[in-house]
């Protein structure tokens, strides 16, 4: 097969699976719910110390606030301004509030908190400190030793005052247009670990066009090593966050970052594609690892990502969302809603609000979906860990 004749069967493949997006959708999901065989594992260790919500965490006390407010009745947001630096331990830092219809190029950044107990403390050049996660951390010290000019990012834990909770509420309903305004958007995987360097160049360079030789060698080209440390990056905690959905889905340029080595996403998506051809040929079934990597958790984002941003795919009710990823993680369980809501259509979407209970969350999202079957609100109240006696109660009042 030429490779002319691989491209017209890339996008025949993709034709394919646009047209039955719905259907590929509802049983790619069920087959992550329900593992094939003893060997596939899609689950994720359970954390026994929980993460802080995106929008809870609290400043260390002691601490002098470096935030200044933001005007809340307009679409003003803090920007991070970063210096370059050659000693990437001190991190030049200053805070931009700007409107967001009229500002400066910036990057947002999509990306897991990490652990919870290693937390680091950082100085702003105005005055002023905050505590920050060692995943964090690792991240700006790489982008300041790699940066020639100031660089402008968007990252929540530091651009949001995570102590007032009308700014958490206010940012986290701009959370759509942050990401759609933004120049790119940087996903980050945490530091090099598990042969991350070898799969992160498989996918940014000669991974794809290897794949799509058909020729002597062709049986070389996916390494045991190669398949294993692919599959390791791909089931990362990071293609689980439940926040990531919406970030990726609104993105419109995305570089993923592992340690010191990036790609762009297009070349996540060929990687994809050209999986999804060879899956009919016998290559495939001898290839474990590359059959893990298609299943991962981050392929699966590859083709949410493409179903939601496909023009023909209207906006979804939000209990639509909810069911299909309710299996995604995070730490406040408001979240399961409240991160979905910016993807949602406009006549079942709610106002985030962290001032609210999950009691209230649970009906205001009811007040949305009026007449859904009664198995819809047992899902909800599950997924939002309501105990059934709350709503025994409220039944008899």
């Not at 959708?25 to 929980?50: A, C, H, I, Y």
């Not at 993460?51 to 609290?58: C, E, G, T, Y």
């Not at 935030?67 to 307009?74: C, D, G, I, Q, V």
């Not at 020639?148 to 940012?171: G, L, M, R, Y």
Request: glycine residues 4%; aromatic residues 10%; positive net charge.
């Amino acid at each position: 097969m030429t490779s002319t004749d691989t491209e017209l069967k890339l996008k025949d493949v993709a034709k394919r699976y646009v047209e039955e997006r719905q259907r590929l959708s509802r049983r790619v999901l069920e087959d992550m719910r329900q593992p094939k065989g003893p060997n596939w594992d899609r689950s994720l260790p359970f954390r026994s110390t929980p993460r802080p919500s995106k929008a809870r965490l609290q400043t260390e006390g002691g601490l002098r606030s470096p935030y200044s407010r933001l005007n809340l009745k307009a679409q003003e947001i803090r920007l991070l301004e970063l210096n370059p630096s050659k000693d990437p331990e001190d991190l030049l830092l200053s805070f931009r509030c700007v409107e967001l219809s009229n500002c400066t190029l910036y990057t947002a950044l999509s990306y897991t908190w990490g652990d919870e107990e290693a937390t680091r403390t950082i100085t702003f050049g105005g005055g002023g400190t905050i505590k920050i996660r060692e995943n964090l951390w690792s991240f700006l010290r790489l982008q300041s030793s790699i940066i020639s000019k100031p660089t402008f990012f968007w990252i929540d834990a530091i651009c949001i005052n995570q102590s007032n909770v009308h700014e958490c509420n206010h940012q986290v309903n701009l959370m759509k247009e942050i990401y759609v305004n933004a120049s790119e958007v940087y996903i980050w995987l945490g530091l090099q670990r598990d042969n991350s360097d070898l799969a992160m160049d498989f996918i940014a360079t000669k991974g794809t066009q290897a794949l799509r030789r058909r020729g002597p060698g062709f049986h070389a080209i996916w390494p045991k090593p190669a398949g294993k440390a692919l599959n390791d990056l791909c089931e990362r905690a990071y293609w689980r966050r439940m926040w990531i959905i919406q970030e990726i889905v609104h993105a419109d340029n995305i570089t993923v970052w592992c340690g010191a080595k990036s790609f762009r996403w297009h070349s996540f998506e060929s990687l994809y594609l050209t999986l999804k051809t060879l899956e009919e040929t016998s290559w495939f079934a001898h290839h474990p690892h590359a059959i893990r990597v298609l299943q991962s958790s981050a392929c699966t984002m590859v083709w949410q990502r493409a179903h939601w941003r496909h023009p023909d795919t209207p906006p979804p009710r939000l209990q639509v969302l909810i069911d299909i990823f309710r299996d995604w993680q995070c730490t406040d369980i408001r979240d399961k809603v409240f991160a979905l809501v910016s993807m949602a259509s406009r006549e079942t979407a709610i106002i985030p609000d962290y001032s609210k209970s999950t009691l209230d969350v649970y009906h205001a999202v009811q007040d949305k979906h009026d007449g859904e079957k009664h198995g819809f609100y047992n899902m909800l109240s599950q997924i939002l860990a309501i105990p059934q006696d709350d709503l025994d109660f409220e039944r008899h009042l």
